[in-house]
Protein backbone atom coordinates (compact mmCIF):
# COMPACT_ATOMS: atom_id res chain seq x y z
CA UNK A 1 0.00 0.00 0.00
CA UNK A 2 3.39 2.13 -0.09
CA UNK A 3 2.62 3.36 -3.42
CA UNK A 4 -0.72 5.00 -2.44
CA UNK A 5 0.75 6.55 1.13
CA UNK A 6 2.83 8.14 -1.58
CA UNK A 7 -0.41 9.53 -3.24
CA UNK A 8 -2.30 11.35 -0.44
CA UNK A 9 -4.04 8.10 0.88
CA UNK A 10 -3.81 7.15 4.61
CA UNK A 11 -4.68 4.22 6.76
CA UNK A 12 -8.33 4.62 8.12
CA UNK A 13 -9.43 1.12 9.48
CA UNK A 14 -9.97 -2.48 8.95
CA UNK A 15 -12.75 -4.65 8.90
CA UNK A 16 -12.72 -8.68 9.58
CA UNK A 17 -10.03 -11.07 10.66
CA UNK A 18 -6.72 -10.51 8.67
CA UNK A 19 -4.81 -13.14 7.36
CA UNK A 20 -2.89 -14.68 4.56
CA UNK A 21 -4.95 -13.87 1.06
CA UNK A 22 -5.35 -15.98 -2.01
CA UNK A 23 -7.13 -12.99 -3.67
CA UNK A 24 -6.99 -9.24 -3.59
CA UNK A 25 -8.37 -6.23 -5.19
CA UNK A 26 -8.94 -2.71 -4.52
CA UNK A 27 -11.60 -0.32 -5.46
CA UNK A 28 -11.30 4.27 -5.46
CA UNK A 29 -14.19 6.33 -4.81
CA UNK A 30 -12.86 9.31 -5.96
CA UNK A 31 -16.26 10.56 -7.50
CA UNK A 32 -18.69 8.50 -6.27
CA UNK A 33 -21.24 9.42 -3.43
CA UNK A 34 -20.74 6.47 -1.68
CA UNK A 35 -19.10 2.99 -1.79
CA UNK A 36 -19.97 -0.05 0.62
CA UNK A 37 -17.74 -2.74 1.39
CA UNK A 38 -18.31 -6.04 2.04
CA UNK A 39 -16.58 -8.89 4.43
CA UNK A 40 -17.00 -12.51 5.38
CA UNK A 41 -16.08 -13.72 9.17
CA UNK A 42 -16.52 -17.17 10.11
CA UNK A 43 -19.37 -17.33 7.72
CA UNK A 44 -20.95 -14.44 7.94
CA UNK A 45 -21.37 -11.52 5.63
CA UNK A 46 -21.07 -8.08 6.64
CA UNK A 47 -21.00 -4.74 5.44
CA UNK A 48 -20.17 -1.06 5.75
CA UNK A 49 -21.05 2.12 3.74
CA UNK A 50 -18.57 4.97 3.30
CA UNK A 51 -20.24 8.21 2.76
CA UNK A 52 -18.00 10.54 0.67
CA UNK A 53 -18.90 13.72 1.58
CA UNK A 54 -15.65 15.17 3.54
CA UNK A 55 -12.76 12.71 2.52
CA UNK A 56 -12.35 9.95 -0.44
CA UNK A 57 -11.93 6.00 0.31
CA UNK A 58 -10.28 3.12 -1.21
CA UNK A 59 -11.23 0.09 0.00
CA UNK A 60 -8.75 -3.04 -0.18
CA UNK A 61 -10.81 -6.34 -0.07
CA UNK A 62 -9.06 -9.81 1.14
CA UNK A 63 -10.32 -12.87 0.25
CA UNK A 64 -8.66 -15.95 2.22
CA UNK A 65 -8.69 -19.50 1.65
CA UNK A 66 -11.58 -20.81 4.28
CA UNK A 67 -13.74 -18.37 2.25
CA UNK A 68 -13.49 -15.24 5.00
CA UNK A 69 -12.58 -11.66 3.90
CA UNK A 70 -11.26 -8.84 5.19
CA UNK A 71 -11.13 -5.32 4.61
CA UNK A 72 -8.44 -2.91 4.51
CA UNK A 73 -9.69 1.15 4.12
CA UNK A 74 -7.39 3.99 2.82
CA UNK A 75 -8.81 7.94 3.02
CA UNK A 76 -8.14 10.49 1.39
CA UNK A 77 -8.52 14.50 2.04
CA UNK A 78 -11.27 15.90 -1.05
CA UNK A 79 -9.63 19.04 -2.06
CA UNK A 80 -11.38 22.64 -2.13
CA UNK A 81 -12.62 22.25 -5.80
CA UNK A 82 -13.97 18.15 -5.95
CA UNK A 83 -17.33 17.36 -5.74
CA UNK A 84 -19.16 16.82 -2.27
Not at 18 to 28: D, K, S
Not at 41 to 47: D, P, Q, V
Request: hydrophobic fraction near 35%; aromatic fraction near 14%; charge should be negative.
Amino acid sequence: MKPFEKSGWKYKESFGTPGVAALAFHIEGEGLLTMTGFWVEKGIGHEQEFKQDREWHCIFHFEKTDGDSFLIILSKEKLGNEPK
